[in-house]
C-alpha cells in the first residue's frame, strides 16, 4: 500500500527503504529509492522533468567517478564494475525502461541534490540487480557512500550542467550555420535587385535586397561565433571540488583522473577550474552562456521583424518580398495569409529573453560557497538551446528558403525615393539637394526626373552616379 498526495491510498508492491530521516514505502519496481521519493512528494511543481540531454550529461559524470575511484583503488572492484556496468545500460534506456526513472521536478531543493540522489539511486538499485541483490540493499550497496563517492551535489551538478549544455549547443551551432547559409544564399539570389533602403523606418540611400539578407547572414554568423567562444569557457570544469570546494573526501589525484575520464568518455578537452571555490561560488559561466542565447535571440526577433514588416501587404504594406504561404490566416477572412513562422519565431524569442532574465537572477542570487540556484539555470538554458534546434531548421526550409522577391515593388519604391538626391550633394550641396528632394516628393516625381528637368545634372551624368546607375 502506497499513500500519495491528499492522503489517497492505492494498491502498489512496495519495499521499505531508510534514510536518515527515517523510513518509506517505495515502489518496488522503482529503480529511484526514498530521497527521490521525497522530493517528489515536496515539489509537486511544474510536472516538468531533467531533459535527457541533462540526465545523460550525469549519469556519464557519475561513471567517470567510478571508473576513477576503482583506478584509485578507492573503490572496489565488485561495486564499482556493477555501477559502471549500470550506467552504461541506463545510458542505452533512457528513451525506453529507464525514462520515468527520473521524477523530480525541474524545481526542486536548491543546488540539485534531489536531482543528484534520483541518479545515485537509480545506479545503486541496478547496480544492486546486476550483483544478484535486491534493491533497496543499500548497506552492500550505497548511492552514498559508494555511487556518490568522493562526490557532492556541489560539483556533480555544475559539471553535468556545463557538459549537457556543449551537448546541446552543438546541434543548436549546426541549425544556426545551416540558417544563416540560407540567408547568404537568398543574398547571392537577391544581390541585382536595388531597392530603398531604409532608417527610422524612413526613406534613405539605396540598397539591394542581396544587401539586406547578406546582412541578416553575418548577424547570424556573429551571433553564432559567440556562442561557441562561450562554449569553449564551459569546459572548465568543477568536478573534484566536492563540498564548497575544498575537495573533502578525494583521493590526491582524483580531480585530473576524474577529469581525464570524463575527457574520454565524452571526446572533449576538459581541464580543472582554476579555483574550485570559485568555481562552485560563481556560475558566471553559464550565465555567460545563456546571454549568448539571449545575443542570437534579439537578432532572430529583429529579423523576424523585418521579414514581415518586408512581406505586408499585400496591396497596403511594403510588399518586397514574398513569404511562403504555408497555412490558411485567417478564420474569417478568406485567402489571407500571415507570416507565421516569423511570428513563432518571434514567440522563441522572447521565451529566451524571459530564461535568460531567469538565468541572470539566479546567477547573482548565489551566496557564500555554492550557488544554489543551479537547477534553474541549467533548466532554463536547456530549455532556450532546444527551442532553437527545434525551430531553426523548420524556419529555413519553411520560410526563408521560399521567400521570394517583389522586384516591381523593389523598383517602383526606389525610383519615387527623394533621398536618392544624396548623390547629387558633391555637386550641387546639402540645401539646393534637399529643395530638389523636397519638390520631388511634392510632386510625386522621380528625383531623376527632376535634376535632369532643372538641368542640374544631365542624362548621361546622373546614370553614372551611385545609386542611380543601377536604375534603367
Known amino acids: 500500500m502506497l499513500k500519495i498526495s491528499g492522503g489517497v491510498t492505492i494498491n502498489l508492491k512496495t519495499r521499505i527503504e531508510r534514510d536518515s530521516l527515517g523510513e518509506m514505502e517505495v515502489p ?35 561513471k567517470a567517478a567510478a571508473l576513477a575511484n576503482l583506478e584509485l583503488g578507492v573503490l572496489d572492484k565488485e561495486r564499482g564494475n556493477a555501477i559502471v556496468a549500470a550506467a552504461d545500460e ?68 555544475p559539471t553535468a550542467s556545463h557538459i549537457a549544455v556543449m551537448f546541446a549547443a552543438n ?132 529579423i523576424a521583424n523585418d521579414l514581415r514588416l518586408l512581406n505586408a501587404g499585400p496591396t497596403t504594406g511594403i510588399s518586397e518580398i514574398v513569404l511562403p504561404p504555408v497555412q490558411p490566416g ?12 516569423a511570428e513563432c519565431l518571434d514567440m522563441i524569442g522572447f521565451q529566451i529573453v524571459g530564461n535568460d532574465t531567469t538565468v541572470a537572477m539566479a546567477a547573482q542570487a548565489g551566496q557564500f560557497e555554492l550557488n544554489v540556484m543551479t537547477p534553474l539555470m541549467t533548466c532554463n538554458i536547456l530549455e532556450s538551446i532546444a527551442l532553437l534546434t527545434n525551430y531553426l531548421p523548420v524556419f529555413r526550409e519553411r520560410c ?26 558633391p555637386k550641387i550641396g546639402y540645401l539646393k539637394a534637399a529643395e530638389l528632394a523636397k519638390e520631388a516628393l511634392e510632386r510625386r516625381v522621380p528625383v531623376v526626373e527632376l535634376a535632369v528637368e532643372k538641368g542640374v545634372l544631365s542624362k548621361e551624368e546622373v546614370d553614372k552616379l551611385p545609386g542611380f546607375s543601377k536604375k534603367k
Not at 330 to 341: A, L, R, T
Not at 418 to 425: A, E, G, H, K, R
Open 171 to 302: 546541434g543548436l551551432l549546426d541549425v544556426l550555420a545551416g540558417l544563416s547559409d540560407a540567408f547568404r544564399e537568398k543574398a547571392v539570389e537577391f544581390s541585382e535587385i536595388p531597392k530603398s533602403g531604409r532608417t527610422h523606418l524612413m526613406d534613405a540611400v539605396p540598397v539591394t535586397l542581396g544587401n539586406e539578407f547578406g546582412a541578416y547572414a553575418a548577424a547570424l554568423e556573429r551571433a553564432g561565433s559567440r556562442i561557441e567562444e562561450r562554449w569553449s569557457d564551459l569546459l572548465e570544469l568543477p568536478i573534484g571540488g566536492t563540498a564548497t570546494g575544498t575537495g573533502a573526501n578525494t583521493h590526491p589525484k582524483y580531480r585530473e583522473t576524474v577529469i581525464s575520464k570524463l575527457t574520454k568518455l565524452c571526446s572533449l578537452p576538459f581541464h580543472p577550474a582554476l579555483d574550485s571555490f570559485e568555481a562552485l561560488q560563481s556560475r558566471a559561466q553559464l550565465a555567460a552562456f545563456s546571454g549568448a542565447l539571449r545575443e542570437l535571440a534579439l537578432e532572430l526577433i529583429r
Open 400 to 425: 526563408v528558403e521560399g521567400i521570394k522577391a517583389n522586384e516591381e515593388s523593389c523598383r517602383a519604391y526606389l525610383e519615387l525615393n527623394p533621398i536618392l538626391v544624396t548623390f547629387l550633394t
Open 330 to 341: 485567417s478564420s474569417i477572412m478568406p485567402g489571407k495569409y500571415n507570416p507565421v513562422m
Open 28 to 62: 518496488d519496481e522503482a529503480y529511484y529509492g526514498i530521497q527521490t521519493l521525497r522530493a517528489m512528494y515536496n515539489f509537486p511543481v511544474s510536472g516538468r522533468r531533467e531533459r535527457p540531454e541533462f540526465v545523460r550529461a550525469y549519469i556519464l559524470v557519475k
Open 90 to 157: 541506463v545510458l542505452e534506456g533512457l528513451t525506453g525502461w529507464y525514462s520515468d526513472q527520473f521524477p523530480v521536478d525541474v524545481f526542486q531543493a536548491g543546488a540539485g541534490t534531489s536531482f543528484n540522489m534520483n541518479i545515485n539511486e537509480v545506479l545503486a538499485n541496478r547496480a544492486l540487480e546486476l550483483l544478484g541483490r535486491q534493491r533497496g540493499d543499500y548497506a552492500f550497496l550505497s548511492p552514498n557512500d559508494h555511487v556518490n563517492k568522493a562526490q557532492s551535489t556541489n560539483d556533480t551538478f
